[in-house]
């Protein structure tokens, strides 16, 4: 255990593929489906960020790879490279290590980004889990005499269904009757207009991904931006990538109800290691009375159960529709590490409006009430043009 | 919606104590459960200690419990702690598993209006990657939240078991470690040595030898805080003995030589984790390794009963080291609840966190054998002193 680990910064895309299945395998042992090089491979072929250059620290333990730590270093404007994560802010992103091994793993990933050139000024976990060793081990094994300052500045609520009752008609013998009452009714209206549930297969991935992106749209329709949206092309070629590699063995799972042969409310989900992730869904508004949404959510909880899975998670946000299917709760956080050097109070003064800005918005939820803040996000939409 | 109820009385948390000990072995905290904090209570408290425990309730059935207590004493500063931080770390307060931010925000809602009404939490080697520094201070009630104050970090090794077979797990291990661990255990039986686990009969005695050479193992080697609780140490590793020994969640492991303990160590188990809680050998038979043989049977039993993980406790010591395959760090930190006399408690704690800062900085800016230089110095002193 306590025999030093070897580093390497990798930043040739073809040294990561070589090491993607030794990384998928640690993906699926720590359930951290979004981690997995699938996803955060694809998404660095279609959306990496402007001058952005692949920073991945892989660990190995002799041959064994026991850790990796897929950072993508960007430039943000003169004298500062944030070290973020492949993948954006993918929920439950961040470095992975074999169960216990996060610590000296943390010790060689720090070691090896101190000695990077070209060097990080900051280390940007978004959308991390709250209950990751990684920040706090990063910090306390950074070389050198300074420890680089932490700052945990968002937590964001992430509604989770524990899948331990062991089948889907236990877990609903679980929730209460009101919840069985009305989901057995959305079960039935749907049946009674025909709906179909399905999951997607190789022959109908394209259109079903198509369709997908139309539903999730529509449910933006002057509502704001969804980060979706706005990247409509390169997600579906990132969906797309995924699929072809993991449609057949269930970790790409996208569901769709469909009324008379039309997709009216879509739900996309990774899987790794008993762990389902959902990543966005959509549905037709015109449908909504009907519950599709629900009724698709649901199809895929009771797929779960018949997988073996043992956790899904709605993702970050607390939306009435994710705690009506919740038993509990494992938030992400946003957090930031600043590297020593010489240019750290600079590095500082640079982050610190975003820090306060985000500070003062969670600030202003706990001084106002429900009621106060929704009074301020309407007028907020109208000042933008939403409303 | 959940309810909190704020418990006052040894006897109101003792009332709890089939429902709690379920909370324990389903967030698999031995050191948590309820036959152990109530041995505490019993018999280790501190004088003047005040219960302030937390139980929250869906419904009829408890989903959290705090088992706080207000300490006598925090220096001006009012605390809640959590009991048995003297014996074993990793506390925490328990929870349905995925549930402990709804938990949290009604243990905060009960505290905020707990009388004596707490200036600070303390979390006192709970794990660095829980929910609950983070949950207390997201749902404490008001427009403020808590600074949380983190001091330090000590690493907690433990066995992962995941090999599923003892032999498989030695299989595992280096050539040397087989070969040498062989050799002890060969040596030891020769020499007619025993090793053996405390029955019902023979705890008290054994609990009293336990005392005996973890203080033999202390003398002229600085503070252990079991050395300082002596007989009641034992008396409350009886007391929950009566309610753990046969279940195997205690277990008292002896090793005996010509019919004398030589070496004993404690363990506690809930939910597949076996904690390590301590041990003591007698200096005399260092040449038979009595520590290392003692933890190796507890790694074969441990497979043998089916265990998920053999947690060794806060520290890393190198005898630990050779056995772990996993470090699962504690830390220590202050929440600071908002209150009029939040400054005046920040100022108590600055002392502390500076430090403990200190200590961090020199530790990272010295070498390995400086930091073996100043530690030595540091023993020398206190022991003049």
Known sequence: MVAPLDAEVVSDPERLAELAP??????????????????????????????????????????????????????????????????????????????????????????????????????????????????????????????????????????????????????????????????????????????????????????????????????????????????????????????????????????????????????????????????????????????????????????????GDARLDWGPGDQLFKRRFADGNDPVCWTLLLVPRPRMPLTFARIAPTVARVEAREALKRALTPQRQEQLRTLRARVLGRG | MLDAELIAEVDGLAALAPEWDALAVADALPQMSPAWVLAWWRHVAPEGALPRGVAVRDGGRLVGLAPFYVAPDGGGRLDYRLPGIEIAARLAPLAVPGREWEVAAAIDGALAGATPRPDALLFEGIAVDGQWQSALRDRWPGSLRPPLWRTHVDGSPFVSLREGSFEAWMAARSSNFRQQMRRMRRRFEQAGGVARVATRATLADDAAAFVRLHASRWDDRGHSNLVDLGERFAAMIADAGERLLEDGRLTLRMLDLDGEPICAQLFIEAGGTELFVNGGWDERHAAFKPSLLCLLDAVEDAFARGRGRLDLGVGEQPYKLRFADGDAPLEWAVLLTPGPRLALSAARSTRTLVRSRVRAAALRGLSEERVGQLRGLQRRLRGAA
Not at chain 1, 36 to 48: D, I, V
Not at chain 1, 56 to 62: E, F, L, Q, R, T
Not at chain 1, 260 to 272: H, I, K, M, Q, R
């Open chain 1, 22 to 307: 030794a990384w998928d395998a640690l993906a699926v042992a720590c359930g951290r489906p979004l981690c997995a090089p699938a996803w955060m491979l694809a998404w660095w072929r279609h959306l990496p960020a402007p001058g952005a250059r692949l920073s991945v620290v892989a660990v190995h333990d002799g041959e064994e790879l026991v850790a990796i730590a897929p950072f993508v270093a960007e430039p943000k404007g003169a004298w500062r490279i944030d070290l973020r994560m492949l993948g954006g802010a993918m929920p439950r992103t961040g470095p992975i290590a074999l169960p216990g091994r996060e610590w000296d793993a943390a010790q060689a990933v720090a070691g090896a980004l101190a000695r990077a050139r070209p060097r990080g000024d900051v280390l940007a976990l978004e959308s991390g889990p709250v209950g990751s060793h990684w920040p706090r081990a990063l910090a306390e094994r950074w070389p050198g005499p300074l420890r680089p300052p932490l700052r945990r500045y968002y937590v964001q609520d992430s509604y989770v269904v524990s899948l331990a009752a062991g089948s889907f008609e236990e877990w609903m013998t679980e929730k209460g009757s009101h919840f069985r009452k009305r989901m057995r009714k959305v079960r039935r209206d749907v049946e009674a207009l025909g709906g179909v549930a399905r999951i997607s297969t190789a022959e109908t991935l394209s259109a079903d991904v198509a369709a997908f992106m139309r539903l999730h749209a529509s449910r933006w329709e002057g509502r704001g931006e969804s980060a979706i949206v706005v990247r409509e092309r390169q997600l579906t070629a990132v969906y797309e990538e995924v699929a072809a590699v993991h449609l057949a063995d269930g970790r790409f799972r996208l569901y769709l109800l469909e009324l008379d042969g039309e997709p009216v409310a879509a739900e996309l989900l990774a899987a790794a290691g008993g762990e389902v992730a959902s990543i966005n869904g959509g549905w037709d508004e015109a449908h909504a009375k009907v519950g599709v949404s629900n009724a698709c959510m649901l199809h895929a909880i009771e797929d779960a159960f018949a997988r």
